[in-house]
């Protein structure tokens, strides 16, 4: 019984391999279809966002405002001519209280 008990306790104090950390090399190069280096592979993605526009800088133009629902992020963009710009300086205006969804509505014209 003692020999058991033994067996059953030391059993404790070995590392339990089951749970090794995977760490991805951050390094590795990732190219788009047409051979160029991505700009930010490893920044994660997007899922289920919704977009509304908005105008952030007061600027009279319309930008853009995102919300991606899986992580409850708002993500802000200036638009720069045929291309929106990404300005994180705005997301903090919007309340941390939002979840599943939002609308943005323009209350001043």
Known sequence: MRFLLFILLSGLSFKGFSQYR?????????????????????AGGLNGVQYGKIDLNNDGIKDLAGFDRSSGRILCFLKSGNE???APQYEKFFPPEIQNFFILEDYNG
Not at 23 to 37: A, G
């Open 84 to 86: 929106y710009d990404y």
């Open 22 to 42: 995977f760490v991805p090399f951050y390094d590795t190069p990732i190219t788009h279809y047409n051979e160029e280096d991505m700009d930010f592979p490893w």
